[in-house]
């Protein structure tokens, strides 16, 4: 373990974009132990292949640490490697811990932390580390995520809506009991550009692959994604003057089906009428 030359910025600094990345990563994928006394250790085993983002967290980190290789056998794979980050400094951890990297298990109780900190970098450190950006079998743009933290879940979804205006909510599945985030098509184009921008800090196959994402263009003929359409209330009074929702939807230019309903919502009070037509 080599001594760490001092950073630039005070350690953990989650209004710095580097440690915001690094924050959300370690959330997603690293893990507190404690032992007796006061011992105890950060550890991140990830994929050799992506070895890189170590070293630069041993760069962004001003106390001893070490990384090591490992193989294995799997039932994947015959030979997994696998790099692995340790630190056991007390105040490191004490640090991470305060922030909210729990001790333990943790996939259901992590949160985003609390004070101000760079949003953009921490969901790109999530998303790195428990999600997945590229093309879908059938050639379309994404962007996805798995958590079991409901709290993560709803703040990146939250973001999702903020940068691509789409809406996503949440529902774990019965299988295993998380949650699946998808952003396809042009809002995952726009959220990979978002998050993955030009000298961030991030893993070199993801970002190539959210570059790559840029250069889709829908289809000709494929229809674009339907979005909902507010009705206003001189659209409810025309409906309502009309009463043929087959009528109706050649002078609104909509649906007969979206008028039906519609006409059906006001008439059985699901939804108020501001005024008599």
Known sequence: MAAREPVAHRFM??????????????QADGHLSQQSGQRGRLTLEISSRDIDILHAFQGLTPYNSSIT?????TNVAETHTSAIWR?????????LN?????YGRKSKTIAPPRGRFSRRDYVRGIIDAD???????????????TTASTAIGHHV??????????????????????????????AGQRL???????????????????????????????????????????EDRTLLRINSPTAAAEVLGRTPQSCNLRMWRLRSGQVPVTSEP
């Open 157 to 186: 979804c939250a973001y999702v809506e903020e940068v691509t205006g789409v809406r996503r909510t949440i529902k774990r599945n019965t299988r295993d009991d998380i949650y699946n985030v998808l952003i396809a098509m042009e």
């Open 98 to 102: 305060a922030l909210g990297l729990p």
């Open 131 to 145: 999600g997945s950006v590229g093309f879908t079998s059938k050639g379309f743009p994404f962007v996805s995520l």
């Open 69 to 73: 290789e490992r193989s294995r056998s």
């Open 192 to 234: 990979a550009a978002d998050l993955y921008y030009p000298g961030c800090l991030a893993l070199a196959r993801k970002q190539a692959a959210a570059d790559s994402l840029a250069a889709w263009v829908r289809p000709t003929g494929m229809r674009s994604a339907y979005t909902s359409r507010r009705w206003t209330t001189d």
């Open 13 to 26: 600094d989650l209004t710095i974009p580097e440690y915001a990345y690094m924050f959300g990563f370690l």
């Open 87 to 95: 630190l056991c400094s007390l105040e490191a951890r004490t640090t």
